[in-house]
């Protein structure tokens, strides 16, 4: 069974940019694209972006595009997502999570899960 | 954007109660609705993927339902462990959105 593991807590200086990875145990992302959600506290989730490993392609919510680049090393079955130019209001749990889909029909249902234990990311001067 | 409201934004209840929570999104989005559930300090779990399939391992006593722009999430008897916030979250179009949560606690 797949778990999702993320690297440790980082405090970030206003400006500056944030790097955090997600390496997938106990198997391998497949076919499956790995997403990137952030969470500020007391907030709902937020979507960044997402990649399919396996083909290299990426695609981020709009919100965030010029701003953060996230990249995938199948080898080590590790995702990375980088932040930059960061702002007071980035400080947030950054959540990584394998995105399962069901075909149906001809259309796909997809959803988040699982979801690796997160990564605080506090910006602060 | 699609945009994604739940009611309420907290609730209280007993253990043993029926519970639902409602999530209405901004434009139709088919069935492309999930639900999660999130402790404290930890990631969400998926609860119900596609409005109404009950995800692998997830107990019998959750089950979501609605279609378009209306959905629910019912719990039919609380136990002790549901106490938590419950997120409701589209993938009928990216960006991927996700209701500001409904927080389920203790009376």
């Known amino acids: 069974q797949v778990q999702l593991v993320q690297s440790g807590a980082e405090v970030k200086q206003p400006g500056s940019s944030v790097k955090v990875s997600c390496q997938a145990t106990g198997g391998s992302f497949n076919s499956h694209a790995l997403t990137w959600v952030r969470q500020a506290p007391g907030q709902g989730p937020e979507w960044v972006g997402g990649?399919?490993?396996?083909?290299?392609?990426?695609n981020y919510a709009q919100k965030f595009q010029g701003r953060v680049l996230i990249t995938a090393n199948q080898p080590t079955n590790t995702v990375y997502m980088e932040l930059r130019g960061l702002t007071f209001e980035d400080t947030a749990v950054y959540y990584c999570a394998r995105q399962g889909t069901l075909p149906v029909a001809g259309i796909s249902f997809s959803w988040f899960d699982p979801w690796g234990q997160g990564t605080l990311v506090t910006v602060s001067s | 954007d699609i945009q994604m409201t739940q009611s309420p934004s907290s609730l209280s209840a007993s253990v043993g109660d029926r519970v639902t929570i409602s999530c209405r999104a901004s434009q139709s989005v088919g069935m492309f609705l999930n639900w999660y559930q999130q402790e404290p300090g930890k990631a969400p779990k998926l609860l119900i993927y596609a409005a109404s399939s009950l995800h692998s391992g997830v107990p019998s006593r959750f089950s979501g339902s609605g279609s378009g722009t209306d959905f629910a999430l019912t719990i039919s008897s609380l136990e002790p462990e549901d106490f938590a916030t419950y997120f409701c979250?589209?993938?009928?179009?990216?960006?991927?959105?996700f209701g500001r949560g409904t927080k389920l606690d203790i009376k």
């Open positions: 979250q589209q993938s009928f179009s990216g960006p991927y959105t």
């Open positions: 990649i399919i490993p396996v083909f290299g392609t990426a």
